[in-house]
């Protein structure tokens, strides 16, 4: 499943992005997608791939990390094979590099990322 995220830049801190995760491939892939819960995860230079968000396959269930209750939202339109982070209210310590992935996350689904990065 090859997973590509877009929707990434530079914006001032308290702004707005909103990444999209789409799936590419077979239709094995998107059935893959479909059937399973999907996150959002990042990682700061020198840091470790943390969870940002997840959401099951129906879309009827997610869960944030601490860090951005409140300010980020997932989603999905599986129809679409597409998942979206929203985020607001952006901070200087979300700046990352942000991946979409399965949830628990597979070694072989990364994708290259989409940088974001806020600045004060």
């Known amino acids: 499943v090859q997973l590509v995220e877009s929707g990434g830049g530079l914006v001032q801190a308290g702004g707005s992005l909103r990444l999209s995760c789409t799936v590419s491939?077979?239709?094995?892939?998107?059935?893959?997608?479909?059937?399973?819960?999907m996150a959002w995860y990042r990682q700061a230079a020198g840091g470790q791939r943390d969870l940002v968000a997840a959401?099951?396959?129906?879309?009827?269930?997610?869960n944030y990390a601490d860090s951005v209750k409140g300010r980020f939202t997932i989603s999905r339109d599986n129809a679409k094979k597409t998942m979206f982070l929203q985020m607001n209210n952006l901070k200087p310590e979300d700046t990352a590099v942000y991946y979409c992935?399965?949830?628990?996350?597979?070694?072989?689904?990364w994708g290259e990322g989409t940088q974001v990065t806020v600045s004060l």
């Open positions: 959401i099951t396959s129906g879309g009827s269930s997610m």
């Open positions: 992935n399965f949830f628990p996350r597979r070694p072989d689904a």
């Open positions: 491939g077979s239709s094995f892939s998107f059935n893959t997608f479909s059937i399973n819960s």
